[in-house]
């Protein structure tokens, strides 16, 4: 099912995120350590009669790692999304399940940011979404641009209101 055909009647998607890949660098240099211990290991293992089995073992144990260590965090990272659209902030991640939040920008009453001096360099930060009712705050982490993306989220909750006021007069 296309994103598209998830929106509502007047409802427009203006900007659909994945998490900042600042999150996928951990996961990264550890692949880059497995593949260089695994070549290592490689290169060390004695000729003779168990190089064989000896060299598929640390090969298996590289690709398992490998997959466990960047696969998965790779697969969570490209699943996780957040989509706002002129009337809602969703939330969307699971990589065999898929789970969802979403808020109604009418509920929204407050949108702020926070960026650490390593989230400036990169442009990322966090996202705190507050909203009325019983969910009270939301917290994004690793959000990019995250400056564009509260200034982005507050206008959408402004027009909303707006578009709101009109349709009662």
Not at 58 to 74: C, I, K, N, R, S
Not at 139 to 149: A, F, K, N, R, T
Request: glycine residues 10%; hydrophobic residues 45%.
């Amino acid at each position: 099912m296309s994103m598209e055909s998830q929106l509502s009647d007047g409802e427009q998607s203006v900007l659909t995120l994945h998490p900042h890949w600042k999150t996928l660098l951990r996961p990264a240099l550890l692949l880059f350590v497995v593949i260089v211990a695994a070549a290592a290991l490689l290169i060390v293992i004695p000729p003779g009669r168990l190089a064989g089995p000896g060299r598929i073992a640390v090969g298996v144990v590289a690709l398992v790692l490998a997959v466990a260590g960047f696969g998965v965090p790779f697969l969570r990272w490209q699943t996780t999304t957040y989509r706002l659209t002129t009337r809602r902030l969703s939330l969307r991640s699971g990589i065999l399940t898929r789970s969802g939040r979403d808020f109604p920008l009418v509920r929204i009453s407050d949108v702020s940011f926070s960026q650490g001096p390593i989230d400036r360099l990169l442009g990322s930060g966090g996202l705190v979404v507050e909203s009325a009712g019983e969910h009270g705050q939301l917290v994004l982490s690793g959000i990019p641009d995250v400056q564009e993306v509260q200034a982005t989220l507050f206008q959408l909750v402004g027009d909303e209101h707006q578009r709101l006021a009109r349709e009662e007069q």
